[in-house]
């Protein structure tokens, strides 16, 4: 990224709702049927066949909306978004954008240098997904349509341009994410297509007002992919200017191979789309009961669970804030420091130790072969002294083998850490005496050769010492 320049980054998001049916029909939503298996004549645009909206897609727009801080419309209205497109039946898609069900938000992400940046929700607005097409299929290389998709409900959720690095989008779709799943209103999985991104990346010098043109980049299906598209981008517009030329506004697509953004079509604006209100659908009017209904429902969301967690268990903002990306780790967290164990030294044990060893296994935190229990019990053994942190370790690696109680492989290897200050006194003298040269080193100032002490003590006592005993033997002796 140039210095002199700086990025405007605004993310529209497309969130499948987790119902059993469709926005308007009853077919199935259910992921990877055959093609074409999950419609019914309202999907396929066939005459006379008239939309029934989905109940259960308004109380999970009115959820996210109050997650989001939004004003909840009482009164929103359904318009036909008209355009060609091989997958999409009717020739338009039923969408809202006048009068949409939830605007005006914002949502507060938290950034690696535990820093927080407060960013604008433009709106949210209910619509029915197009169907897919299939290139380049079969023995025939011909492009097929599947229609399975087509009329599966979804939330779009349009942020202001508030973002300014890829890092700030990559912390968004992360917390919005966790927000969905929390509400259980979609299931935030976008290597499946049920969270999409696209994003609007626009460049301009530092210090100036205006706003440059900007491409939006078509259907990132990874945060990762979404985070690289925008610096990609942002670059390639640079270099653009630099060299003389102007941006085009328009539509580009992420070509995950060659890592480049390139043309899918010139930028449409609302007036090619031709809006207008759905004869086929009354407004939507919400009535007071009903929004209250929903609140009643709702979950304790991250920010809400975040400063629970510094306020009743102290931990910092960032240990806090990745402990409550899911409900799932919340969970397994709590169950974790019940009975009062330290709650840092378990927030470290899930952070570093549990998600490190579940990353490399590619597993997620429901499919952990540590239980809270399991690991509960480790962190006691460590807290009174049975075992040291480094034997810890091993003892944790062969629990995640094996899913055995930490107890069993201590007292099968024999890794009960020795605290006999007795015994460590004669150990510690036997290494000193072996090692008279550096004991002159040290005295004479080369205080580094401490660790070499320890280090020879615990290989005397394969790890077993107690290393703050260890310690003050040492200090005691030299």
């Not at 645009?45 to 727009?61: H, K, T, Y």
Request: aromatic share 6%; net charge negative; hydrophobic share 35%.
């Amino acid at each position: 990224m140039h210095p002199d320049y700086e990025m405007v980054i605004g993310l529209e998001v497309h969130a499948q709702v987790t119902t059993a049916s469709k926005l308007f029909s009853g077919s199935s939503t259910t992921f990877g049927a055959d093609p074409n298996t999950q419609t019914n004549p309202i999907d396929l645009g066939m005459p006379g066949m008239l939309p029934v909206l989905n109940s259960d897609v308004v109380d999970a727009g009115v959820k996210l909306g109050l997650a989001l801080n939004c004003r909840i419309n009482r009164t929103s209205v359904f318009a036909r978004k008209n355009y060609f497109y091989p997958d999409l039946p009717k020739g338009y898609q039923i969408s809202q954008f006048e009068l949409p069900i939830v605007e005006h938000g914002n949502m507060i992400i938290d950034l690696e240098d535990g820093s927080t940046k407060d960013i604008g929700i433009t709106r949210m607005h209910l619509e029915e997904d197009a169907g897919k097409s299939v290139h380049d299929f079969g023995a025939d290389h011909h492009s097929h349509v599947d229609l399975n998709r087509a009329g599966v409900p979804l939330m779009e959720i349009v942020s202001e341009p508030d973002l300014s690095t890829a890092e700030d989008a990559g912390a968004y779709l992360r917390k919005l994410r966790a927000i969905l799943r929390f509400l259980e209103v979609c299931d935030g999985n976008m290597e499946q297509g049920s969270m999409r991104c696209d994003a609007n990346v626009s460049v301009r010098k530092k210090g100036v007002e205006t706003l440059g043109t900007r491409c939006e980049i078509k259907n990132l299906n990874s945060i990762r992919n979404v985070m690289r598209a925008i610096d990609y981008e942002a670059d390639r517009q640079i270099d653009v200017i630099e060299s003389g030329g102007e941006i085009d506004q328009e539509t580009r697509l992420w070509d995950n191979v060659k890592n480049i953004t390139r043309t899918m079509r010139s930028k449409e604006d609302a007036h090619d789309y031709r809006y207008f209100s759905d004869p086929d659908l009354l407004p939507l009017n919400l009535t007071e009961e009903r929004i209250e209904a929903c609140k009643e429902v709702m979950p304790e969301l991250p920010d809400q669970l975040k400063a629970r967690f510094m306020d009743e268990y102290k931990l910092s903002p960032y240990d806090a804030s990745v402990l409550t990306l899911s409900r799932e780790f919340a969970s397994f967290y709590e169950a974790l420091v019940a009975g009062k164990r330290d709650p840092k030294i378990c927030a470290n044990w899930m952070t570093v130790e549990l998600f490190g060893a579940l990353n490399k296994m590619g597993r997620e935190i429901t499919e952990s072969p540590v239980s809270p229990d399991q690991l509960g019990e480790l962190v006691d053994m460590i807290s009174d002294d049975t075992i040291s942190g480094k034997i810890a370790k091993t003892v944790f690696e062969e629990m995640l083998e094996t899913s055995r109680n930490p107890k069993e492989i201590v007292e099968e290897k024999g890794l009960v850490q020795i605290t006999d200050v007795g015994a460590l006194e004669g150990i510690v003298q036997s290494v000193l005496s072996s090692n008279q040269d550096n004991v002159e080193k040290y005295k004479a100032g080369n205080e580094r050769l401490f660790g070499f002490f320890v280090g020879q003590v615990m290989k005397e006592t394969q790890g077993k010492a107690n290393p703050k005993i260890v310690n003050d033997l040492l200090r005691s002796n030299l």
